[in-house]
């Protein structure tokens, strides 16, 4: 690249060419890792990463299949800088594990971090991220579900060096060999990062020496700045004001409760979260780097679908965390699945915000996208068995994340991935064969789940639903994690909740048990299947007005049997089997008054004789406006509430219980038509988890004296 910059500023055809010369170099370190790990999760489930930092740690450029990765590969480099400063050199090579101190996304997810040096300045950084299948600690893949303290959870590595000058350190490897399970196994996985690091760091070389040190700084500077400017921009047409959800994090029988407020503020976005609960003694604590590591690049699906991921999206996006809570927790808190229970919810709650805002914000880009709430769902099983000489053998299984994602306000969703907009890159399935061929399994069936989803007028893919059991051995053992056991992705507009994470074991007696979310010790004999099925997200729009043609479609697929057609749907067949569309359309009109009866009443109601303004509608909400002061229900013209009140408590409300004394569907009707607007989930006792205030509807207030001449 023989290029110069002028007048000290970089060129943006030479940023581009940059950073598309970064991917392929990221790519290349990637198909290394590949080409020469040995499990399974990272050659076939693809669950590694490579982030390209500048020389301070801003993250450049990123590849790999696992976004959440590159926030906290790049905020181990910055931990790494801060630990070593000036006393890093050419040739050394770093290693780190541990959230506490300067690790990834949590202790099984381990990050190499190679600096890059050309003549003699430090110029760049790469780091790899990989999933282990072990790092030690109480049970065997680490996944410690019964731990209270982060020590009992794995080996714990800050940022230490595996190389010095070039030169192997021995000490750490045999640190890690001692205490790590199938140690020679997990060994190749790690020296197949150290090996994409290589392979990256000889390219970048290359590429910054042939273009200079300074030059590739500016540019990538450019790339930053130009991708914030841009994300700023989207930004600014949102309306201010805030725009609240609720996060539930479960745990056993219980639910821990993280409010989530989104703060809107010209071209500045701010989530806070200090209403945590304190941090627990419970493997689901997190770091504020995780969670925004977590939560950021689904954010930038929402604001500038397809820009490149870099340090901008990190940089505006604003997080207010406490220490010592659950998403900020400190030593020695358990941190086993940091990146999965809390801050998943948490992503979620912030992805809802953030839809709220959009879709109350008529100039906002992105409105074209409107769906239910993300779905952060995950059902993951760690597995062991004795080989021979008694030796155990540790493997993860992680289909238990290929959920269904959530619908849209136009279209349906997708099955066997969280995400209508995916992000160009999410985990593979691993081949049947190969996971056969590499571990004692059979697998009796996989595909998606029949019945159980997100019902609305657009409904929610399907999760996978997958069973395998052991052969050639008498058992295998798992520890099982998973999310949304109890507690399902909402949905938006009036659709309704998806299906949960559900894991069972048929023995082969032909007995059926359920397994807990979080269980320790589950046996699996031969004879016996073990059983996943996936979550899903929520449906949009009420159910009540899917098209007929859908629903016998469905009905065709097998992804709803008659019963639910005909309560879900109102669907009215003849005694053959078609369509009678006289009868829908009156049973479905029947359905609606049979809410508004068996609903209380709104908590607020319009005087009579109150009119209208005749301001132009604005968004609230999918299916409620803004009408100068007043919230109305956009098809009937239904007063909901005047500002700055909250349009939900002018609705009719019904509750019925998902888990008896816990969670409850709240669902809230038109007050005229019995049309259903939101369908929202919560635990019992609490008010709704959403609210929408953009400062247009603050600022509608009537004055008083303008209240008092009201009728």
């Known amino acids: 690249m023989n290029v110069q910059l002028q007048r000290g500023r970089a060129d943006p055809i030479v940023a581009e060419v940059?950073?598309?010369r970064l991917e392929a170099i990221g790519q290349e370190a990637g198909a290394a890792v590949e080409q020469t790990a040995i499990s399974p999760i990272v050659t076939e489930s693809k669950d590694y990463s490579v982030t390209i930092c500048d020389a301070a740690g801003a993250l450049i450029s990123a590849t790999g299949v696992v976004e959440l990765h590159f926030g906290a590969a790049a905020h181990a480099v910055r931990c790494t800088i801060e630990r070593y400063g000036d006393d890093i050199g050419q040739g050394d090579l770093f290693i780190a594990n541990d959230p506490h101190s300067g690790g990834g996304l949590h202790p099984q997810d381990?990050?190499?971090?190679?600096?890059?040096?050309v003549e003699g300045q430090l110029v760049a950084w790469v780091a790899l991220a990989a999933h282990m299948m072990d790092m030690g600690g109480m049970v065997p893949g680490s996944s410690a579900v019964m731990a209270t303290e982060c020590f009992q959870e794995a080996l714990r590595l800050p940022p230490v060096r595996l190389k010095r000058r070039g030169e192997e350190i021995t000490d750490?490897?045999?640190?890690m060999r001692t205490n790590i399970r199938t140690a020679h196994l997990v060994e190749m996985d790690l020296r197949s990062l150290v090996i994409g690091a290589h392979v990256a760091e000889t390219k970048l070389e290359q590429l910054i020496g042939g273009m200079g040190a300074h030059l590739f700084a500016a540019s990538a500077r450019l790339l930053i700045d130009s991708a914030e400017k841009v994300l700023r921009d989207h930004i600014s047409a949102i309306e201010d004001g805030s725009y609240s959800s609720t996060a539930w994090v479960e745990w056993g029988d219980s639910l821990f409760k993280v409010p989530c407020k989104l703060e809107v503020m010209g071209d500045r976005i701010r989530f806070d979260l200090r209403e945590a609960p304190p941090q627990t003694p419970h493997f689901f604590n997190s770091k504020d780097y995780i969670i925004r590591a977590v939560m950021t690049p689904l954010l930038r699906q929402l604001l500038a679908p397809g820009l490149p991921l870099n340090q901008a999206i990190y940089s505006v996006v604003e997080l207010l965390?406490?220490?010592?809570?659950?998403?900020h927790s400190l030593v020695p808190a358990p941190i086993a699945a940091a990146h999965m229970d809390a801050a998943g919810a948490v992503a979620s709650a912030a992805i809802q915000c953030l839809q709220l805002a959009i879709h109350a914000s008529p100039n906002a880009g992105g409105r074209q996208f409107n769906t239910a709430p993300l779905i952060a769902?995950?059902?993951?099983?760690?597995w062991s068995y004795r080989g021979e000489g008694g030796q155990r053998h540790v493997f993860t299984i992680i289909d238990g994340a290929f959920a269904g994602s959530a619908a849209a306000q136009d279209r349906d969703g997708v099955d066997l991935n969280r995400s209508l907009i995916p992000a160009g890159s999410s985990l593979e399935y691993a081949d049947i064969e190969i996971l056969e061929a590499v571990y004692p399994l059979i697998f009796h069936e996989r595909r998606n789940r029949i019945g159980d989803h997100g019902y609305g007028e657009y409904r929610s893919g399907s999760g996978c639903l997958e069973s395998f059991g052991p052969h050639g051995i008498d058992e295998i053992v798992g520890n099982m994690t998973g999310t949304r056991a109890w507690f399902p992705g909402e949905g938006a507009g009036g659709g309704l909740p998806g299906a949960t994470t559900r894991f069972r074991v048929h023995r082969a007696s032909g007995a059926v048990e359920e397994v807990k979310a979080q269980s320790v010790g589950v046996?699996?004999?031969a004879g016996d299947r073990f059983e996943t099925s996936c979550a899903s997200g929520g449906g949009f729009g009420d159910p009540l007005e899917r098209t007929p043609a859908r629903v016998i479609a469905d009905m065709r697929d097998r992804r709803l049997d008659r019963a639910t057609a005909e309560a879900i749907y109102g669907i009215a067949l003849t005694p053959s089997g078609e369509l009678d569309e006289g009868a829908t359309e009156a049973r479905r009109e029947a359905l609606r008054a049979e809410r508004l009866a068996a609903a209380r009443p709104p908590l607020w109601q319009a005087e009579p004789g109150l009119e209208l303004s005749e301001s132009p509608a604005l968004p609230l909400y999918p299916g409620v406006v803004q009408r100068g002061p007043f919230a109305v229900a956009d098809?009937?013209?239904?007063i909901l509430a005047i500002a700055p009140g909250d349009w939900l408590d002018g609705c009719a409300v019904l509750d019925s219980p998902i888990r008896v004394g816990e969670v409850q569907?709240?669902?809230?009707?038109?007050?005229?038509?019995g049309r259903q607007l939101y369908a929202g989930v919560h635990r019992s006792g609490e008010r709704s988890s959403i609210a929408i205030a953009p400062e247009r509807w603050v600022r509608a207030a009537p004055r008083e004296e303008a209240r008092d001449e009201r009728p």
């Open 665 to 673: 569907l709240r669902c809230y009707f038109d007050p005229l038509s």
């Open 172 to 175: 750490v490897w045999d640190i």
């Open 110 to 117: 381990v990050v190499v971090q190679q600096p890059v040096f």
């Open 321 to 327: 965390c406490t220490p010592g809570t659950l998403v």
């Open 523 to 525: 046996t699996v004999g």
């Open 377 to 382: 769902a995950y059902g993951t099983g760690r």
């Open 18 to 20: 940059l950073r598309t």
């Open 635 to 638: 098809r009937s013209g239904a």
